[in-house]
């Protein structure tokens, strides 16, 4: 599953559960976003990757771990709408979603971001694992078609 999928898989989670908050992922230009919704917004956004060592010497094969990022972005702090109230909630619908192909999130830390004229943004980050398998360009491979097995009692078995 690509990281675009993932995010969108991430969003749509949270689309279907909070729904009276404006959902998205993070805008190409952060500079230039304007909160129009009168509550606030949830922006999801990709942090990066750590791989694992490769598991075999023939085969590349990791453990990769995805962290993304959630800004609750809102207008309130502390009442029953504010901030506080959805990052609870975001971890709440998050924890333990599992995306197609991947193992579940699980929250990694929670920061203060910023103020600005009453604004709050905090982010809540979450990591979840998946595969990373080299691709198969290897059009030389020999497919088996044919075994044949001795064993101590002089018994053969063919298997085609």
Known sequence: MSIKDIENSIIERLKGTIQDLHIEGFPEKPAEFKLIHPKGAILVHYQGS??????????????????????????????????????????????????????????????????????????????????????DNDTNLVFLKRITLDDNFEERVVIE
């Open 50 to 135: 750590s791989y694992s060592e490769p598991k075999s010497p023939g085969c590349i094969f990791q453990e990769r771990k995805l962290e993304f990022s959630i800004t609750v972005v809102m207008r309130n702090l502390r009442t029953h709408e504010g901030t506080y109230e959805y990052l609870d909630k975001v971890r709440d619908v998050l924890t333990g979603f599992k995306p197609e192909n991947c193992g579940k999130m699980y929250p990694l830390k929670e920061d203060f971001l910023a103020e600005d004229n009453g604004l709050w943004q905090y982010g809540i980050n979450f990591a979840l694992t998946t595969n990373n398998i080299e691709a």
